[in-house]
């Protein structure tokens, strides 16, 4: 994870299922009273949930782009199946360790013989999550399960989880807190994820519109579904006109962006051209080749740097809805000043995949990946209908749905706080631009960084044995060696 790219790619050995061990489908129990599965919160950058296996708990990455899950440590009791996994970085070492099965407790469930990749403590202490992932997408995609024959007894812990608890409703929900020690907002409840019920107080996703996840993709199934046509608000009040870049899309128009929502990934990534219209029409930003010639620390390269003090107002509009994003999310304060000793601020909303033969091959058919700077907005909710393994049709599609929690009048409170000592001069702010501005190249701002995002997300073909998959963008290593986070230390 750093402002480059970073891409997790797994190397699956083959493997005969029916001579390796044989995997238990024990039922999954739930307790009798369930703790709320707290989600930990790193400076806006990564949010971490709690997992037991073999009875040692594991601090992992909240991953919606993904589907295994892989811890390092100790697990008491876990079975050696003698399958190798390799999980590679872009940049860093890869890592590599072998398919496990232990009894996983998580959120109030437990689940004998749950299949995970074990890797050592000194791999995983190179990476940006150093006791591990959890993988929340769709079981298609999981690696593990391919390398293992696609056998049910070898899905990811959701899964598992829905097929032996057949009155638990299948979904999962995630509400993403905001740290107030990033910046100076008012408090809110702390992140939680929840299966089969939701947040109290929160019920009102259950109404919200139900929006299809698209499978025209089914190799690389991720929690993605279409932006209305033209669906995106911009700092005018305008709407901004939108093309998907997908050849001969299966669903949805041509104005309609296919969308994922990725809890693994820091910065959203959108289209260039978006991007510009977005902060290129900002008066005083400035196109940013090599972040480094701003401060040292600052490896990041193209990009927008924004006054901090102004205010950014984006919404994006799925069925008809529309979902204010946070202004301190699309403007963020890097904690870092330039050699004239003034504060470094930027663009969180940065350019990223664009559909070609080789991102379609590797990612998927996606224009925007919709991470942790959106998913803050709302109160999400992942319908895994007959995406759980060994079910029927009849089950139903998957869906998502979205509940809005970005109230426009307190998000521009927070701002005001935030960036402007509590004194609202927004009003008197200058005006934007009436078109965006050139960049050194005369080229629209592509957007582009040279590290690795927050995020585990997995590309590349799951039945292919042998897959691998070129860069994903991604950006958390960076932001490490910018902010100095340290994440939870190995058990």
């Known amino acids: 994870m750093v402002p480059a790219v970073r891409l997790l790619y797994l190397s699956g050995f083959l493997f005969s299922f029916a001579t390796a061990v044989q995997l238990h489908l024990t039922a999954a129990t739930r307790k009798s009273h369930s703790p709320e599965a707290i989600l930990d919160n790193v400076d806006d950058l990564l ?4 997992v037991s296996l073999g009875g040692n708990n594991f601090s992992v990455l909240v991953d919606t782009g993904s589907s295994d899950l892989w811890v390092a440590g100790n697990v008491p009791g876990t079975k050696n199946l003698s399958v190798l996994e390799s999980l590679g970085y872009a940049i ?20 004998e013989d749950q299949v995970y990749l074990l890797v050592s403590v000194e791999d995983a202490q190179k990476t940006s999550f150093p006791q591990g992932v959890i993988g929340l997408g769709p079981s298609a995609s999981s690696f593990i399960r391919g390398s293992l024959g696609n056998s049910n007894s070898a899905d990811p812990p959701l899964d598992r989880i829905f097929q032996q608890n057949t009155t638990t409703p299948s979904y999962m929900t995630l509400l993403l807190s905001r740290n107030p020690s990033t910046e100076a907002i008012s408090y809110q409840s702390s992140g939680q994820l929840t ?31 279409l932006l209305d046509s033209n669906g995106i608000i911009g700092p005018d009040g305008q709407i901004i006109s939108t093309t998907t870049t997908i050849p001969n899309p299966s669903e949805g128009s041509s104005e309609q962006l296919h969308v994922m929502f990725d809890s693994g990934f820091t910065v959203p990534q959108v289209p260039g051209y978006i991007i510009d219209a977005i902060y290129g029409r900002i008066p005083g930003a400035s196109f940013i080749e090599d972040g ?32 204010p994003v946070a202004p301190l999310d699309l403007n963020r304060d890097m904690n870092l000043q330039d050699g004239d000793g003034e504060n470094i601020c930027m663009a969180f909303y940065q350019t990223g995949i664009a559909s070609s033969a080789s991102t379609l091959s590797s990612v998927g058919a996606l224009d925007m990946i919709l991470g942790m700077a959106f998913l803050r907005n709302t109160y999400a909710l992942f319908n895994f209908g007959d995406f759980v393994d060994g079910t029927t049709s009849s089950v139903g ?11 426009k ?37 592509s957007g582009s960084n040279d590290g690795t995002s927050g995020g585990g997300s997995v590309t590349g073909d799951p039945s292919n044995d042998n897959s691998s998959s070129p860069s994903r963008p991604s950006v958390f290593a960076a932001w490490m060696s910018i902010l100095g986070v340290l994440i939870f230390g190995v058990c």
Not at 425 to 436: D, K, M, R
């Open 397 to 407: 599609n998957p869906y998502i749905q979205l509940l809005s929690l970005s109230n």
């Open 92 to 111: 860093g070492n890869p890592i590599t360790g072998y398919i496990n099965t232990a009894r996983l407790d998580f959120d109030g469930f437990s689940v």
């Open 409 to 445: 009048h307190q998000i521009h409170l927070d701002f005001v706080n935030a960036r402007l000592g509590g004194k609202d001069s927004t009003g008197t702010q200058a005006p934007l631009l009436p078109s965006p501005q050139s960049h050194p190249d005369g080229e629209p701002a």
């Open 195 to 225: 299966i089969g019920e939701t947040i109290p107080k929160l019920e009102a996703v259950l109404d919200a519109p139900k929006l299809p996840v698209l499978v025209d993709q089914p190799i690389h199934q991720h929690w993605a579904t």
């Open 292 to 323: 480094t010639k701003l401060n040292t620390s600052l490896s990041y390269s193209n990009f927008w740097r924004l006054p901090c003090d102004y205010e950014v107002n984006v919404s994006f509009i799925f069925s008809g809805q529309e979902y």
């Open 47 to 50: 949010y971490f949930v709690d």
